[in-house]
């Protein structure tokens, strides 16, 4: 069975592409009124059908219902300010549009009024102008509503950068284009009801006005939608407010953050809505959907947490993560539990896609050494360059060898120093003894020269913040290794 997220998504594309193909409809006024009339006649061939009506006005409820539903489970208001312009434009859309779909869809179902362009270009432009401003705000708030979901959406795809400039470009145009047409339709609606005998054919097409009680009905039914709404609303928020001291009662737990913060919260919450009611910044790049994967956090837990549902296993097996990683938005924890972020909160896109995609990188405990030449400085500062040169040479060939035949990566050069990667086609707990292998004293001597032997201390930091037992890791970082071979090993810190 769809969820109710996938349910919202698709009902929501439905009224998509109703409103996109009206407002196209809307900019053929920019040719004239009777290309609008004309436009018209596919539209409704479209979405009048029996079968596509049952579909538009069913995808309405449900989005509605579904956005009242939404805004139920959530535990706490605070979100990014795209979230929240996308949840209050979409409460406040539908009071707006209830006038609108009164005046044209159930007049015409009810008392058969002809909706036809020029009696609303009229209306709307000429004799109610006040209610041709608020429809032009609610394409506005509707569309940009609209924007704000579908975003949400493609963002996390890899084709969404390159396309974004071209898609921009269409998003603009095609509100701006409606709302030209409208004016310029409404302009000639009043041109030609100059005319008493053409203005009433272009109100009622031959029809008997409206009577005052059916005008009267229409009215309570506009009424009636406005009231109705407003109290579902407030149901919602009654209903929050008692859900919060219920939960409450049940109890609370505990959220522990790596630089120590507890934060307090009854039960219930999600992991994301805990770090978004504490201020914590906390990555989300699609909302907390399930989708992204930026949220996700390493738990620790000395009780078990509700398992991942199907969303989010399936999100975790795509990235290939194991059992202690969850991801923020989707663990409703039920007792005291530490958690790590795993990406920092200004995390993008880009950094949820799974390993192998050849936008991102991936994610991998190792075992990182670090080696340099004793008193370097002082050799290099008597000798030539050219000198130099040739000893690092040798020194580089001789450690190269060393780590490559323990299994190793060099990964970095650095003066006299060398960095390399041990564990990346093994296990950690391998890989912490295999830098011991080839990591002996070894004499360069040449004429008139000491020998020198390899730097003593040698760093086996441990990475991507979890702290195993391997050769008693000194600090740990976040390590990322992307396509182009840049890693970060955070601060690493000699050995006292």
Known sequence: MPSARRVRLWSGLVLFAYVTTHLANHSLGLVSLDAMEAGRVYFLALWRNPLLSLLLYGSLVTHVMLAFWALYQRRTLRMPLW???????????????????????????????EDAYSRVALSLWALAPDLGSRQVLIVGLAWVHAMIGLHSIVKLRAWYPRAAPWLLGLVVLVPVLAILGFVNGGRQAAALARDPAVRAQMLWHGRAPLTPAEAATLVRVREGGFVGYTALLGAVLVARGVRSVLQRRRGLIRVTYPNGRRVIVPVGLSVLEVSRYARIPHASVCGGRGRCSTCRVRIQTARPQPPPDETESRVLRRLGMPHDVRLACQLRPTSDLGVTPLLPATATAADGRPPGDSHSGREQDVVVVFADLRRFTRLAEH??????????????????????????????????????????????????????????????SQAKDPPYAYQQWVDIPYVNFQLTDVNQPISKSNLIQGPGGKLDVGKLQKPK
């Open 383 to 444: 000798r030539l360059p050219y000198d130099v040169v040739f000893f690092l040479n040798r020194y580089f060939e001789a450690v190269g060898g060393a780590i490559q035949r323990s299994g190793g990566v060099a990964n970095q050069y650095t003066g006299d120093g060398v960095m390399a990667l041990f564990g990346l086609d093994v296990g950690p707990e391998e890989a912490g003894l295999v830098p011991t292998i080839g990591w002996r004293k070894r004499q360069f």
């Open 83 to 113: 979230e929240a312009a996308q949840l209050a434009l979409g409460l406040a859309i539908p009071p707006l549009l209830v006038t609108h779909i009164v005046g044209t869809r159930i007049a015409w179902q009810v008392y058969g009024v």
